[in-house]
């Protein structure tokens, strides 16, 4: 398909062949990615407009390291716009299909909420969406420390430590650990008084006759406990679901007002606003039903275990960042943020809580994959949080679990005064010769910043012999942001000894030489270690 694509000699011969070919197109890519971003979407597009095809709608560009979903939905429905324009115009169809007015309606109520003061605590057996499957198999484990390694207000980092001698939940070593946040209690309640819902009344949702919808959450609960457990407050709502706020409105002021919001996206994404902000400006009021089919759910977070299953049997260590995004002069702390900085400042800063909390957590196996026996060197690759990845993985080296060829660790942090994380265990191996070399990168000790891919390229000649000769396995753990610029360390360290260093790299990914984890920006990202 591709060849048939761009090959003109091809493309000449079959000038006008498909000017009956009415299309549209919505490609799937990933923008980390930049040089192939929806390629085959924009070739497909521009290719097919060349041999007279007329496209119905413009090219939607999909792109995987947001929310994909989303943007696909928000595409089709213009779509149908543009195929409602293909059919009064080209057709001469004085009124469209009556199925396409049907697909363009965003919302569409398909749950029933039924209150009984009768009800006791217990799931109801049911088909549930995934991440309450997720929530109803995962353990309940108390936290037994909190430690700060980094202040609040320079954008904290906390390591936190589950105990689970109980064998609650089990691990391996390089795992992760998801747990599920709640919302704040005050944000809970400031919803549930603006819509003046019965917060304590216990209920349970039934799917509508022939509908397909999966029950949301684990049932029977309340609204209080469906608002904290399960429904995302403190997310940026998207066009989406302002769109299907505009469709259950039934206050003309208010509907205006939804529209301003999604018409002038890009002005609203930049306000920040969430669904309790929107209900503040818009006085919306709106059912509780409907309201849990437009909200997105409260999604787990996933953290790189820091320890070694086999050293540490009975507890999970993993460290996050507090995630700080300014808006109008605010800051603004993503939910799990906002979840654990409220736990440790109920007891664990003191050292001393006075009951320890518990959280809803499981664990899963990394997307990073890495042999059993590592009979070459190791290059490890991490920034901020990410280095906890590798720290499990050097605890048994140090036990002689995993003996192995030398250790190159790279590491990227702000400063390594205020907030290396791991420095002291790092230090020590560095002296027992766990770890070969050390390269610490410290991008705001001064005003001449250090990042990781200047310290890759300060030792370019070591790096290609370990890559080229010794078959170095190279282990990276970062934010995409972050990987790019890695990758691009290790071009610029191989380019003068490789002809073509972009095929190399490639053949290294192929050959799992080269393994990367990575987490994006938002909750549907591969990873949110933050």
């Not at 049907?102 to 003061?117: C, R």
């Not at 309790?276 to 997105?296: A, G, N």
């Not at 030398?406 to 790092?426: A, I, M």
């Not at 490639?506 to 909750?523: D, F, I, L, P, R």
Request: aromatic share 10%.
């Amino acid at each position: 398909y591709y060849q048939w694509l761009i090959n003109e000699h091809i493309l000449a011969k079959e000038k006008g062949s498909l000017k009956d070919l009415r299309f549209a197109v919505f490609g799937c890519g990933d923008s980390t990615f930049t040089k192939t971003f929806n390629r085959m979407a924009k070739l497909t597009s521009e290719k097919l407009k060349a041999r007279d095809a007329k496209q119905i709608y413009e090219t939607g560009l999909g792109d995987d390291s947001k929310n994909i979903e989303q943007m696909f939905t928000e595409w089709v429905a213009k779509f149908w716009e543009g195929l409602i324009a293909f059919f009064m115009t080209e057709q001469k169809v004085q009124s469209p299909p009556e199925i396409i007015g049907k697909v363009a309606k965003l919302y569409e109520n398909q749950l029933e909420l039924v209150f009984d003061e009768k009800l006791t605590a217990g799931p109801i057996s049911t088909e549930y969406e995934m991440a309450t499957k997720q929530y109803l198999l995962s353990a309940t484990v108390p936290i037994e420390r909190m430690s700060l390694r980094r202040a609040f207000e320079e954008g904290g980092i906390l390591t936190v430590d589950l105990n689970i001698k109980d064998k609650a939940i089990k691990y391996k070593t390089l795992e992760n650990v998801a747990i599920f946040p709640e919302n704040d209690p005050l944000l809970v309640e400031g919803v549930g008084k603006l819509q003046g819902w019965d917060m304590d009344r216990p209920f349970i949702l039934k799917a509508h006759p022939n509908s397909k919808a999966k029950i949301p959450f684990i049932i029977p609960t309340t609204i209080r406990e469906a608002l904290a457990k399960y429904c995302d407050l403190t997310g940026l709502l998207s066009k989406t679901q302002l769109q299907k706020l505009e469709e259950i409105a039934k206050d003309q002021v208010a509907k205006e007002k939804l529209k301003s919001y999604y018409t002038k996206y890009e002005d609203f994404k930049g306000q920040y606003q969430t669904i309790l902000s929107v209900l503040e400006e818009t006085k919306l009021l709106i059912p509780f039903i409907d309201f849990i089919q437009i909200v997105d759910r409260l999604e787990p977070r996933f953290y790189a275990i820091s320890t070694s299953s086999k050293k540490n049997p009975g507890m999970i260590s993993f460290s996050l960042a507090i995630t700080l995004k300014e808006v109008n002069k605010k800051l603004i702390k993503g939910n799990a943020s906002q979840f654990f900085e409220r736990i440790f400042n109920s007891g664990y800063n003191s050292g001393t809580p006075v009951a320890l909390t518990s959280v809803k957590a499981f664990t899963r196996a990394p997307a990073m994959k890495i042999p059993e026996k590592l009979a070459v060197p190791l290059i490890l690759i991490a920034t901020g949080t990410g280095v906890s990845r590798f720290i499990g993985l050097l605890e048994e080296r140090e036990m002689g679990e995993k003996p192995g060829e030398d250790v190159f660790l790279f590491y990227g942090c702000r400063n390594q005064q205020k907030e290396c994380l791991y420095e002291t265990e790092l230090t020590n191996w560095m002296k027992k010769g766990i770890i070969k070399s050390l390269y610490i990168a410290e991008s705001r000790k001064s005003e001449k910043k250090c990042y990781i891919q200047e310290k890759l390229r300060q030792v370019k000649e070591e790096l290609y012999t370990l890559i080229k000769e010794k078959k170095a396995l190279v282990l990276v753990c970062a934010s995409m942001s972050a990987e790019i610029e890695i990758r691009q360390g290790l071009f610029d360290a191989l380019k003068d000894k490789e002809p073509d260093p972009q095929s190399f790299l490639e053949e290294m990914k192929k050959n799992n030489q080269y393994v990367k984890e990575y987490w994006g920006q938002t909750s549907n990202s591969r990873f949110t270690f933050i």
